[in-house]
């Protein structure tokens, strides 16, 4: 089986053969790692050592995934963890800063949000600035629409 490590990203639908809107079951059944879960407010997550399966307490659905240092599969099939912001998009009027999240997210991608890596601070983005990611995570666009100010 293809390691849960090195699936292609896609923004607002899937990490590898992790499907966003996919059951809790199936979600159960493809997991090969060993994981463990938590309650958190309206969903369980489940926790693998590199991701983390955000699963709607209503609808039995997934409805977020994130992915961790050590996770390798990549967005556009070049970037992921480790790589800068300005890389995915190098338009710094494109990147919107969630600062109570403490995320971003480009107009360019929808359905996808960045985290910097723990030792990065967080900034508006500019060129002149570096701006490592740390971590990512989908969801359908509309999940994210929320942020907007």
């Known amino acids: ?75 556009l099939t070049q970037y992921g963890i480790g790589s800068d912001l300005l890389e995915v998009d190098p338009n710094p009027e494109n990147w919107h800063v969630y600062w109570e999240a403490s995320c971003y997210a480009s107009l360019k991608y929808k359905g996808i949000i960045f985290g910097l890596k723990e030792d990065a601070i967080m900034n508006e983005i500019e060129t002149n600035k570096s701006f490592p990611i740390g971590w990512i995570c989908i969801a359908p666009p509309s999940k994210y629409e929320r942020y907007e100010e």
């Open 1 to 75: 089986m293809k390691s849960h490590l090195d699936g292609i990203v896609v923004e607002g639908e899937r990490v590898g053969i992790f499907l966003l809107g996919m059951s809790e079951e199936v979600l159960l059944e493809s997991l090969v790692q060993p994981y463990e879960s938590e309650k958190r407010h309206g969903c369980t997550v489940y926790l693998t050592r590199y991701m983390s399966f955000f699963v709607d307490e209503q609808t039995k659905k997934v409805n977020q995934i994130c992915m961790f240092k050590g996770f390798k599969g990549k967005i």
